[in-house]
């Protein structure tokens, strides 16, 4: 199946500074999410991004299909974006949302 | 909150017992997705069950199933636990399978197995 790799696998921040998270995946996809979990184990989405670049806010996404990579940006760390960020991919073909999860981001933002 | 909801909460099982896990998906999504997340890893695709259908299954045996009611509400059981089915069950809706429907994760419920 589909392999999916997230690094750094852990990210201590200060309080302000920023951030890259990236995601590589091993097939071609259509659909790639990004999503953060809190500690409390809510999973939130944060972007649905198969290619090209969004932004929402402190945050924005971009992913290269062609190489088979995603990244997550987070700018001006606060002490809420603390918690494990996953990206999610679905397969190009027969996929229906059917998420394959990578190992994930822990992100610890401190003041 | 992403208006769907789980219960229970926590759950404490003894190996071989069955377990009913539910879910209550958004109001107007058809389509409930299942998940389980051991700890320290992400979450890996059980099944989705798309009106009242099941649409696709991960990796897991067949004592892991569920249904889907016309509420499209859905529920997830698993006979004969093991020791590792220990672990954080996340129900996701969504008003379709198309790949940019967006899928609600509920709070999830913690499964212990002993």
């Known amino acids: 199946g589909i392999q999916v790799e997230q690094s750094p696998p852990d990210l201590i921040l200060q309080e302000g500074a920023n951030s890259t998270l990236r995601c590589n995946f091993s097939?071609?996809?259509?659909?790639l999410q990004w999503f953060h979990q809190n500690p409390w184990g809510q999973l939130i989405n944060l972007f649905y991004?198969?290619?090209g670049t969004k932004q929402n806010g402190r945050l924005s996404a971009t992913t290269v299909a062609t190489e088979r990579y995603s990244l997550l940006y987070i700018s001006s760390s606060q002490t809420t974006d603390s918690g494990v960020y996953f990206c999610a991919v679905d397969i190009l073909t027969g996929g229906g949302n059917k998420l394959t999860f990578g190992t994930g981001t822990q992100l610890k933002v401190e003041l | 909150e992403t208006g769907v909801t789980q219960s229970p909460t926590h759950l404490i099982k003894t190996r071989g017992q069955q377990v009913t896990l539910r879910c209550s998906s958004q109001s107007g999504h058809n389509t409930v997705s299942w998940y389980q997340q051991a700890l320290g890893q992400g979450p890996q695709f059980i099944f989705q069950?798309?009106?009242?259908?099941?649409?696709g299954r991960g990796n897991f045996p067949p004592r892991f199933s569920g249904l889907q009611f016309p509420n499209y509400s859905s529920e997830l059981n698993v006979n004969a636990l093991e020791l590792d089915d220990s672990a954080l069950y996340l129900c996701?809706?969504?008003?379709?399978?198309?790949?940019?429907?967006?899928?609600?994760f509920g709070p999830g419920t913690r499964l212990l197995v002993l």
């Open positions: 991004i198969p290619s």
């Open positions: 996701a809706s969504s008003s379709g399978t198309g790949p940019q429907e967006t899928q609600y």
């Open positions: 097939d071609s996809v259509n659909n």
């Open positions: 069950y798309y009106r009242e259908e099941e649409n």
